[in-house]
């Protein structure tokens, strides 16, 4: 399978992406230089050229419901580049209740536009007792950690899914911690309960997903921040597609059917999930998806303006570079690392030939290559604009 993304810039041969095999993706520049825009391409070709594939896009700012809208912005330029417009089926995924995120209005227009949406919720049993300790910032050897560290280990024994409500139970009815413990303990369960986010009853992935969709995560519509429930979501979902496509992959090498497809996970402002030089939710789980992800058929595309804020794990891990322009020193500069011998010439002396918006170096680690590249038009609508 190949993905077309553009033309080289002088050449102007026809530049494609070799996603025969899972791929670690890796676009940046400053602002406004066509990262977000970039990753829609790429997103539109997976689209276009599989079946059992699917792109799950997630996404901070809100923005890619646009792609089930016709690039009607660009029409010019895509005449010029002989690519027709093209709104794309939309399966929007929103955590906790639709109606509630974005009001009732807001619902009806996007379902009159052709976009499906589906409630994503989280299954508190599909979280670990290190999970959860984590997401209270509670210490495992301190009470609160201690007492529900116990809890969920308990009900993990029994191998069904649990919920809210059994975790509080647990909780309350434990012997060993002390009043005030639980009652601290209680508190944050019964926010955790206000966040609107957890299932009351067992939701596999694969039902809210569409595989015949492009499936865009909104996670604007909750808290950012390293320990944030926009972390959490992105953590909990793509532990759990990586634990089904390993399975998955062991019954593809016997032989045997298997239904759970590929996934290429799109992620945009990606410093906010893999931050260097701290921690975060869901850092663990994507270092793991970037290192390990090829066997069992996991793909990633990270966007970032600030490739230095980025995890260097990750940076040193993806195997193709988007880089668009790029101007700070400190950017520049975390740039060597992404430089390989057989580029001829460091990273940076490629990037400082940018002239344009949309154009990018190219990097692919796999066949040793370096072009500069004019990345084709979206065939749909790009919703970075600024108002
Ligand atoms: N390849 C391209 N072809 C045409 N226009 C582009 C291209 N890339 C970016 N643009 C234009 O630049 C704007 C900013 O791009 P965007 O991807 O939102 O920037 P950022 O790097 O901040 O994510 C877009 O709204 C679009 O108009
Ligand atoms: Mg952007």
Known sequence: MKLYIGQEIEEEDD????????????ACGKRGTGKSYTLG?????IHTET???VPLVIDPMGIYWTMAEENDDQRDLLWDWGVTEQGFPVNLLVPGDPEDRYGDDI??????????LNPLLLNPSDMSPD????????NINKPMGITLYRAIRELNEDDTPFYLPDIINK??????????????????L????DWDIFAGEYQDVWTTFDENRINVLDVSVLDPGQYGLRNLVVDVLGKELFRQRQDARRREEMGLRVEIPKVWLFIDEAHNFVPSGSSSLAKDMLIRWVKEGRQPGLSIVVASQQPSAIDSEVLSQCDITLCHKITTKEDIRSLDKLSQDYM???LKTYVRQIDNVGEAVFVDDDEETVQMVKIRPRKSQHGGGEA
Do not use: H, P
Request: proline letters at 0%.
């Open 190 to 193: 019964e926010m955790a309960r």
């Open 131 to 138: 999970g959860w300790c984590d997401l209270f910032d509670l």
């Open 51 to 53: 079946n059992d594939v």
């Open 344 to 346: 001829g010439s460091n």
């Open 107 to 116: 619902v009806r227009e996007f379902r009159s536009r052709g976009i499906d």
């Open 171 to 188: 909780v309350e009815m434990d012997g060993s911690s002390s009043d005030r413990t639980k009652e601290a303990l209680l508190n944050r």
């Open 41 to 45: 391409n790429v997103v539109e070709e």
């Open 15 to 26: 530049v494609y992406i070799d996603a025969s095999s899972a791929r670690s993706i890796l």
